[in-house]
C-alpha cells in the first residue's frame, strides 16, 4: 500500500463488458469508503471498451461530488488511446505513476474536520 489515506485498484487485461460489473462493484466499494481518496493503475490494460470507461467515470463523478479525488493511472496504449478519442483525457486526473496519483489525489484532497 502506498498511502492509507488512499485506495489503489489495479486493473489489467482486457476491460469489456464480461469484467464491467467486477470493476463496477470495486469501485462502488471504495466511493463508499468516504476515509480515503482512489488510485486506480491501468498500465497493464491491453483493451478497454467505452462502456467500462463510462463506469470509470461515473466513479470519478461520485467521488466528486464527495469532494474527492481519483486519479487513472496510465501508459502509452489503449487507454490513452481512448482518452484522447473520446476527449476525456481532460476531464480525468491522469498520472504516469501510482506514486504520483497518491501525490496528486492527495494535494487535491479537502481536509476533513478532524484534520483541521
Do not use: K, W, Y
Amino acid at each position: 500500500m502506498l498511502d492509507d489515506r488512499v485506495q489503489l485498484i489495479t486493473l489489467t487485461g482486457a476491460l469489456d463488458l464480461f469484467n464491467e460489473r467486477q470493476l463496477r462493484g470495486a469501485l462502488a466499494e471504495a466511493v463508499g469508503d468516504r476515509s480515503r481518496e482512489l488510485v486506480v493503475d491501468m498500465r497493464g490494460v491491453t483493451f478497454i471498451e467505452s462502456s467500462v470507461l463510462a463506469v470509470l467515470v461515473h466513479a470519478h463523478q461520485q467521488l466528486e461530488r464527495q469532494a474527492r479525488t481519483m486519479a487513472c493511472v496510465t501508459r502509452r496504449g489503449p487507454v490513452e488511446r481512448l482518452l484522447d478519442a473520446t476527449g476525456l483525457r481532460d476531464a480525468l486526473l491522469i498520472c504516469g505513476t501510482p506514486e504520483e496519483g497518491v501525490a496528486r489525489v492527495l494535494g487535491a484532497r479537502r481536509p476533513t474536520a478532524t484534520e483541521r
